[in-house]
T-cell receptor, first 109, second 117 residues
């Protein structure tokens, strides 16, 4: 059964304090691993798609990496506006997208 | 380009009443998804459409939930009758297709927040 586990559940950082969010997954036939950002009261906003182990993608202060068992979302020198819930999802051979519960990130100025 | 549009944004109903949600996907997107999101959880797939065909409705509680996608564009999700446990956010998403690569990336609407009293 496809499964996604995100850790930590919540993360509090000072502005400028870099850190990483973890997404551990099990899936049969990975078609893609997705990272989304969700602000309160809004729908998930697409950030990255990773397709194979070793792949990396960057966008501003965010960098996503992928291994065969997990993905990391690295946040470099975060700002208060980076505060949000970050969701990880996998799409496997069943064509069913499975989401993790998310990591709530709080960045204090 | 307009994103995924959903309405209403908020709905408050009494239990046992019917309710319907509407979704207009991104133009040209053939695949449409309905998700349910409970507070503090990730979205859970209810149904996936390829054009007008429901290709995965295994997670849809068919005793009270129904969905349709007319002419392969707009979609409606209905609950009848609603129960207290149906209170959640209902998200609609769309993607270009399901043939692999970037076209499988899903883009989400703002969601409909349902409260059943």
């Amino acid at each position: 059964e496809d499964q996604v586990t995100q850790s930590p559940e919540a993360l509090r950082l000072q502005e400028g304090e870099s850190s990483s969010l973890n997404c551990s997954y099990t899936v049969s036939g990975l078609r893609g691993l997705f990272w989304y950002r969700q602000d309160p009261g809004k729908g998930p906003e697409f950030l990255f798609t990773l397709y194979s182990a070793g792949e990396e993608k960057e966008k501003e202060r965010l960098k996503a990496t992928l291994t065969k068992k997990e993905s990391f979302l690295h946040i470099t020198a975060p700002k208060p506006e980076d505060s949000a819930t970050y969701l990880c999802a996998v799409l496997g051979g069943s064509f069913k997208t499975i989401f993790g519960a998310g990591t709530r990130l709080f960045v204090k100025a | 380009e307009a994103g995924v549009v959903q309405s209403p944004r908020y709905k408050i109903i009494e239990k046992k009443q019917p309710v319907a949600f509407w979704c207009n996907p991104i133009s040209g997107h053939n695949t449409l998804y309905w998700y349910l999101q409970n507070l503090g959880q990730g979205p859970e797939l209810l149904i996936r459409y390829e054009n007008e065909e429901a290709v995965d409705d295994s997670q849809l509680p068919k005793d009270r939930f129904s969905a349709e996608r007319l002419k392969g564009v707009d979609s409606t999700l209905k609950i009848q009758p609603a129960e207290l446990g149906d209170s959640a956010v209902y998200l609609c998403a769309s993607s270009l297709g399901a043939s692999g690569g970037p076209e499988e990336t899903q883009y989400f609407g703002p969601g409909t927040r349902l409260l059943v009293l």
